[in-house]
């Protein structure tokens, strides 16, 4: 099984700033796969980063980097250059081998990014 | 860009009724999921389906839900016998292979009425 939190219901950050979003998960997988999803107002779920757990490198997607603390458990996103258009919902998620391929989805975190 | 197109964006039905949701995935995915988000929660895992059955489904996915794939193109979630909490965003995604990362549509907004 698998679990995934995110303890940060909302935040805010100032456009051209940097912020970080807080994710946490649990799982018995030894292989599994990490994500983060944009939900903007539109509701459509769109992909930012893609985190393989067997690689210790750290996933960058232009201004989207993640740190992967594997030991802690942690999954944390960094928007650099905050833009008025990352103004959406984030959530974290996990996939793992024996889960088969569901992801699960942790509660979401609301960044807003003011002018 | 590749999309997943559902249709339609918005329903509206009453209690008790079917309805069917409808997605058409991105032609090489082979993959194909249904997950529902009820309005200020957390994404849900409903169903996955490969090679034309069912390969997941979560405790949600009881007996008044269906999925099938007619034809080569389409991928539908039926509903048999709506309810109040049935309610929600329901997501169609798919995916090449299982830990590439899904491709989700824009969603049917299923209101019961």
């Known amino acids: 099984a698998q679990t995934v939190t995110q303890s940060q219901p909302e935040m805010s950050v100032q456009e051209a700033e940097t912020v970080t979003l807080s994710c946490t998960y649990d799982?018995?997988?030894?292989?599994?796969?990490l994500f983060w999803y944009k939900q903007p107002p539109s509701r459509q779920m769109i992909l930012v980063i893609r985190?393989?757990?067997?690689?210790?490198q750290n996933a960058t997607e232009n201004r989207f980097s993640v740190n992967f603390q594997k030991a802690a458990k942690s999954f944390s996103l960094k928007i650099s250059d905050s833009q008025l258009g990352d103004t959406a919902m984030y959530f974290c998620?996990?996939?793992?081998?024996?889960?088969?391929?569901?992801?699960?989805f942790g509660e979401g975190t609301q960044l807003t990014v003011n002018p | 860009e590749p999309e997943v197109t559902q249709t339609p964006s918005h329903q509206v039905t009453q209690m008790g009724q079917e309805v069917i949701l409808r997605c058409v995935p991105i032609s090489n995915h082979l993959y194909f999921y249904w997950y529902r988000q009820i309005l200020g929660q957390k994404v849900e895992f409903l169903v996955s389906f490969y090679n034309n059955e069912i390969s997941e489904k979560s405790e949600i996915f009881d007996d008044q839900f269906s999925v099938e794939r007619p034809d080569g193109s389409n991928f539908t979630l039926k509903i048999r016998s709506t309810k109040l909490e049935d309610s929600a965003m329901y997501f169609c995604a798919s995916t090449p292979y299982t830990d590439y990362g899904y491709t989700f549509g824009s969603g049917t907004r299923l209101t019961v009425v």
């Open positions: 985190q393989e757990a067997y690689k210790q």
């Open positions: 799982t018995s997988e030894n292989n599994y796969y």
């Open positions: 998620a996990s996939s793992g081998e024996t889960s088969g391929s569901r992801l699960t």
